[in-house]
């Protein structure tokens, strides 16, 4: 086996690793939520909502790694090693790879961790952290969206706490919740333009 593929190998080899830590440790950090859901009996699933905040991200950081990847590629050192028949660095081979790693993991993670409207309440699910909110229909007082650009946050209002639960959403998605809940509670409802 050539030098060349020996490299192409290896960083192939690290990416995997990193690819199953990565995985392995979204996989149990969706385990450990679906768990804490089941213990919570709002009833059955009607839809779900996503946060459309969280893809502008990963869009973005897709991009900065697609322009991270084209310029480890095209620096000097690959251009010397066509030119002088040797071979790049192993970073050269790893980089791309764990970076097509990281965004998928963020990509299925912004996926899991959707708003769920379920017949008895609603149920938000934060990505970045282990905060699962769960508040019922009938616990709401006071629900408050503001609109900004590309999608609406909507803050919910309850009695038993003092603090509010935040939600982000689509437009689209705003008129299916609003909806949603009018049917089952009649609370306050202020919309900012």
Same mark, same amino acid.
Not at 34 to 62: A, C, H, M, W
Not at 78 to 99: E, K, R
Not at 163 to 183: A, M, P, W, Y
């Given at each position: =086996?050539?030098?060349?593929?020996?490299?192409?190998?290896?960083? =192939?080899?690290?990416?995997?690793?990193?690819?199953?830590?990565?995985?392995?440790?979204?996989?149990?950090?969706?385990?450990?939520?679906?768990?804490?859901?089941?213990?919570?009996?709002?009833?059955?699933?009607?839809?779900?909502?996503? +946060?459309?905040? *969280?893809? !502008?991200?990963?869009?973005?950081?897709?991009?900065?790694?697609?322009?991270?990847?084209?310029?480890?590629?095209?620096?000097?050192?690959?251009?010397?090693?066509?030119?002088?028949?040797?071979?790049?660095?192993?970073?050269?081979?790893?980089?791309?790879?764990?970076?097509?790693?990281?965004?998928?993991?963020?990509?299925?993670?912004?996926?899991?961790?959707?708003?769920?409207?379920? #017949?008895?309440?609603?149920?938000?699910?934060?990505?970045? #952290?282990?905060?699962?909110?769960?508040?019922?229909?009938?616990?709401?007082?006071?629900? %408050? !969206?503001?609109?900004?650009?590309?999608?609406? *946050?909507?803050?919910?209002? /309850?009695?038993?706490? +003092?603090?509010?639960? !935040?939600?982000? *959403?689509?437009?689209?998605?705003? +008129?299916?919740?609003?909806? /949603?809940?009018?049917?089952?509670? %009649?609370?306050?409802?202020?919309?900012?333009?």
């Amino acid at each position: =086996m050539s030098l060349f593929w020996q490299y192409v190998v290896s960083g =192939m080899y690290v990416a995997f690793v990193y690819a199953v830590l990565a995985f392995g440790a979204l996989a149990y950090r969706q385990i450990i939520d679906n768990q804490y859901i089941k213990t919570i009996s709002l009833g059955e699933e009607r839809y779900l909502l996503f +946060d459309p905040r *969280v893809f !502008v991200v990963i869009t973005v950081l897709f991009l900065f790694f697609s322009i991270f990847v084209a310029i480890i590629i095209s620096t000097k050192d690959v251009y010397y090693a066509d030119v002088h028949n040797t071979v790049p660095g192993l970073i050269y081979f790893v980089i791309p790879a764990v970076c097509i790693v990281s965004a998928v993991q963020l990509y299925l993670r912004a996926y899991w961790q959707r708003t769920s409207v379920r #017949t008895g309440g609603i149920i938000i699910r934060r990505m970045l #952290t282990e905060d699962v909110a769960d508040i019922p229909f009938e616990d709401i007082t006071k629900i %408050h !969206v503001q609109r900004e650009s590309l999608w609406c *946050v909507v803050l919910f209002y /309850t009695d038993s706490v +003092d603090v509010f639960t !935040v939600c982000r *959403v689509s437009g689209k998605g705003l +008129d299916k919740l609003l909806n /949603t809940i009018n049917g089952y509670t %009649h609370c306050i409802v202020e919309i900012e333009k």
